[in-house]
């Protein structure tokens, strides 16, 4: 062998001072994969050299080669005597499977690795990605590994996590490098759908009949944070099931204590054949505009905002109080009143005759400032932007309806003022 240059490595691409023939050393722990490619950068192959190797490339002069700065590249003389990697002798080949491309929860599948021209005990070095895809999708088998080569083959395994979370169908990405930084990969990039077929925690309702309605105790220890005076917002889920409206109208919710009224909101008849919402808030009122927004039997969502001086009725995420109307009002020293739900006091007149769910009463936020997508999952202290510490009431959304579990932590609520307690429902607008 002849030397015709100094040596280089091949972190880059490069013709090694466009020579013809060029002896490559590893000189890392890792096997590394070569590309070589012509003066326009198309590809024309790729080889493996070994951890410790020596091999010889012969190229044309332009060509580049491109691998690691572990490989070790020099221009030598060429002579009959050499062995050529990349023209006459073939490189090594992987090629990727797996036992299953869509895989329910609870399933698992396989990789196998193919190869050809690959040494038994070559380790190659796995990974699994994937858009919101993490350690907890799967039962057994990790997000990274390695894989050792033995006759040609090797297979690694995983089992899809049968959570009780909701998440969606994902899409796994199965890729295998050469080396255990994962810098070059080899062979072909293989993916894996998971199915979301899990079993999710039922959500829950309360049902209304005539008689029913639920209360925060009217008392100083209970109601302390309740005071509006400032942004705020009130929302629920709500299905009416009666359009039988002998007073008028269904109560929602309200805080009413005697005589004096901070807020209510309440459902009448639209002329246009659904229903609207009229809601108050100390002396002014204001009613949704009409145009069939609200349907007997169906889930809507109902959010009564406070921003600034302006308040806002949201019927499933749209404005629909006409741009909202201005109240100077404030409540900041009325923390006795009852905050009610599904009936406006104890005559039974106005009482709500259907489903609510996820009631949250949040102080000293707005919210919802302008038209938003109506929630698709059951509310948080801090779904949608809320702040937790905001969030004064929280609940509705389980099988429990004789204690708040959410802020205020232990306040129990009860039934209403000559009210029945509502009945649980798996009846949900989720």
């Avoid at 004789?402 to 009945?423: D, I, L, N, R």
């Amino acid at each position: 062998m002849k030397i015709l240059s100094a040596e280089t490595n091949l972190g880059s691409a490069t013709n090694v001072s466009n020579a013809p023939v060029v002896r490559l050393f590893n000189s890392g722990d890792d096997n590394i994969l070569v590309t070589r490619k012509d003066y326009q950068g198309a590809n024309e192959g790729t080889f493996m050299v070994m951890s410790g190797d020596v091999v010889y490339c012969e190229k044309y002069y332009t060509d580049t080669l491109e691998g690691s700065a572990d490989i070790k590249a020099t221009k030598t003389a060429y002579s009959s005597m050499m062995k050529f990697v990349g023209s006459s002798v073939a490189g090594p080949t992987y090629t990727h499977a797996v036992s299953a491309t869509n895989v329910d929860e609870g399933g698992s599948f396989t990789t196998t690795i193919t190869t050809t021209n690959v040494d038994d005990g070559t380790n190659l070095y796995w990974e699994l990605s994937g858009t919101n895809i993490t350690s907890a999708d799967f039962s057994s088998g990790a997000l990274t590994g390695t894989a050792s080569i033995s006759s040609n083959s090797a297979t690694f395994s995983h089992t899809v996590a049968n959570d009780t979370f909701t998440e969606g169908t994902e899409t796994v990405t199965i890729k295998v490098y050469s080396d255990s930084g994962r810098n070059t990969q080899v062979g072909n990039t293989l993916t894996v759908t998971l199915a979301d077929t899990s079993l999710t925690p039922p959500y829950y309702s309360n049902e209304f009949s005539e008689g029913d309605g639920m209360q925060v105790s009217g008392n100083a220890s209970h109601m302390s944070g309740f005071e509006l005076d400032g942004n705020f917002t009130v929302e629920c889920f709500f299905k009416l099931e009666s359009d039988s409206f002998p007073a008028t109208y269904r109560n929602i919710f309200n805080r009413w204590s005697g005589d004096e009224m901070q807020f209510q909101s309440h459902l009448r008849p639209d002329s246009t054949g659904g229903f609207k919402v009229q809601t108050w808030f100390g002396m002014n009122s204001n009613t949704t505009t009409e145009g069939n927004h609200i349907q007997l039997n169906t889930w809507h969502h109902y959010a009564f905002v406070r921003n600034g001086t302006n308040m806002y009725q949201y019927i499933d995420g749209v404005d629909r109080s006409g741009g909202g109307w201005s109240s100077n009002q404030n409540y900041n020293n009325n923390s006795n009143e009852e905050f009610r739900i599904g009936f406006r006091n104890d005559t039974g007149s106005y009482d709500f005759i259907g489903h609510i769910s996820d009631v949250r009463y949040t102080v000293g936020q707005a919210i919802y400032t302008s038209n938003f997508t109506k929630p698709s999952a059951t509310l948080t202290t801090t779904s949608q932007g809320a702040t937790a510490s905001n969030v004064k009431f929280l609940a509705m959304q389980s099988d429990v309806v004789t204690t708040v579990t959410k802020k205020p932590g232990g306040t129990t609520y009860e039934t209403g003022e000559g009210q029945s307690a509502p009945s649980i429902s798996t009846d949900n607008p989720f």
